[in-house]
């Protein structure tokens, strides 16, 4: 039975998905934040951190529906932040483009009250070494830097009603208890991330 | 935060019984996506089509492998014993961004088929309330949902249109257009003469390296490549479409086991 389950998820977890998968080892970046402050994934993992990526874009109704209606990430970030898990908000949008630029970003930092750094990567090779397709698209990176989960954030693509999966918090469960993330990879869902011309 | 239509129309009465090739007509509007729906109903089904009509370069999501989006939904609240067969969908397009985003879409207009089946006994006049969402998108998404009504039976024309969405729903593929042959981590797809070929994959399915690149030729073989790993194996399902040598265009859906 568990077998046919297993199966069954990994028969949802479909196509298309370029960029990492679970187990290769995650692309290193250094960004700025919106206060000019660099962050970097490899400084990060040398101090034993586990790194959530969530690529983020403010105008989008998926970003919305996590940050606004809902605060799935934040109180996601909440119940890890404590047991050394870093969390990286990444807008991969170019500029001119919905939701980009450090001005509007600035303001959704208010607006969602963001517990963790919002990152601009408006050339979008970040975005693109990950092969971030969404917004939310996430990324769980081990301490040791391979990937431990890609996917949604939750396992009900609608713009407006929620999964009763956190896959985020299950990975990170898994991965704080050294066991294997039990579903390492689904499929996004989202608006597309706006990557330049 | 969405945009939210409830200005449900229902227009066209009828009497008692349903009648044959008559069809009604309900319909609302948002901003970038009008929505209205025409109904052809005989003595023991009604055929609706649901309707899209979009706004300029605005795009709705196709129920297919797609990197972003979803499609739109229709949410029937069906008096006691009637029963809804599923949405039918026509042929979508290849929709490329930037980041390699791969997705199948419609513009300017998406009519869907629905075939509802009243009970035995039905008789009367009987409203159909659906509500109808989506995610539309250009360069922002915007999700919406309204609420129509439909009213049976129906009482004008319009059965023509109904016909026409109807035979814009590909069928299934003949097994003589084309042949396709499963490897280890390879699907290849030929189709002897073709110009050109576009596969789509359904939304669940076995993990692709990418679809973007690998989703269509020119020429008459088509070579998907699967990823490794568990899942590798499952069904591959989808629809095929052939661009022939003589400009025509044929398409239907396949399953590879």
Redesign the interface.
């Known amino acids: 039975m568990k077998v046919l389950s297993?199966?069954a998820l990994?028969?949802?977890?479909?196509?298309?998905?370029?960029g990492v998968?679970p187990g290769d080892k995650a692309p290193d970046f250094v960004l700025p934040d919106l206060d000019g402050k660099e962050h970097s994934l490899d400084e990060y993992l040398d101090q034993g951190k586990i790194v959530v990526l969530e690529w983020f874009n403010p105008?989008?109704?998926?970003i919305?529906k996590h940050h606004?209606?809902a605060h799935t990430m934040n109180e996601t970030y909440e119940r890890f932040r404590d047991k050394g898990v870093v969390w990286l908000a990444i807008n991969?949008g170019?500029e001119g483009?919905?939701g980009a630029g450090r001005e509007r970003n600035l303001q959704a930092r208010e607006d969602y009250d963001l517990a963790f750094p919002l990152l601009l990567d408006p050339a979008?090779t970040v975005?693109?070494s990950y092969?971030?397709?969404?917004t939310p698209h996430m990324f769980v990176i081990k301490a040791d830097g391979t990937i431990a989960y890609t996917g949604a954030i939750d396992d009900d693509?609608?713009?407006?009603t929620f999964g009763k999966t956190n896959h985020v918090a299950e990975a990170l469960s898994a991965v704080l208890a050294g066991e294997p993330v039990a579903q390492p990879?689904t499929?996004?869902?989202?608006?597309?991330?706006?990557?330049?011309? | 935060?969405?945009v939210r239509n409830l200005a449900g129309v229902a227009l066209l009465l009828g009497l008692c019984q349903f009648l044959p090739a008559a069809a009604s007509r309900a319909a609302a509007a948002s901003n970038a996506v009008t929505v209205s729906a025409q109904v052809v109903a005989s003595a023991d089904s009604v055929v609706v089509a649901w309707r899209f009509d979009l706004a300029e370069r605005w795009h709705l999501y196709a129920p297919y492998?797609?990197?972003?989006?979803?499609p739109p939904s229709v949410r029937l609240d069906l008096p006691a014993g009637w029963s809804a067969g599923p949405l039918r969908w026509p042929v979508p397009e290849r929709l490329v961004?930037?980041?390699?985003?791969?997705?199948h879409v419609y513009h300017d207009e998406l009519v869907l088929v629905q075939s509802l089946h009243p009970p035995r006994a039905a008789a009367g006049r009987t409203a159909i309330p659906a509500t109808l969402?989506w995610?539309a998108?250009r360069?922002?998404?915007?999700?919406g949902d309204t609420t129509l009504t439909l009213i049976l039976p129906p009482a004008d024309g319009g059965a023509d249109a109904v016909l026409a969405a109807e035979a814009a729903i590909p069928g299934r593929l003949p097994p003589a257009s084309a042949r396709f042959v499963r490897g280890a981590s390879t699907v290849r797809v030929r189709a002897p003469g073709a110009r050109g070929l576009t596969l789509i994959?359904a939304?669940?399915?076995?993990?692709?390296?990418?679809?973007?690149a690998d989703g269509t030729v020119r020429g008459d073989e088509l070579v998907l490549r699967l990823?490794p790993g568990?899942?590798a194996s499952?069904p591959l399902r989808g629809l095929l479409i052939i661009d022939h040598t003589n400009g025509a265009r044929s398409s239907g859906s396949f399953v590879v086991p």
């Open positions: 297993t199966l990994l028969l949802v977890a479909a196509a298309a998905l370029a998968v105008d989008c109704p998926f919305k606004l209606q991969s170019a483009k919905q979008g975005g693109q092969g971030a397709k969404t693509n609608s713009a407006g990879e499929r996004p869902y989202g608006c597309s991330v706006k990557y330049a011309d | 935060m969405f492998c797609n990197d972003s989006g979803f961004l930037p980041g390699g985003i791969l997705d969402s995610l998108c360069q922002t998404c915007v999700p994959p939304a669940d399915g076995p993990a692709l390296v990418d679809l973007a990823r568990a899942g499952a």
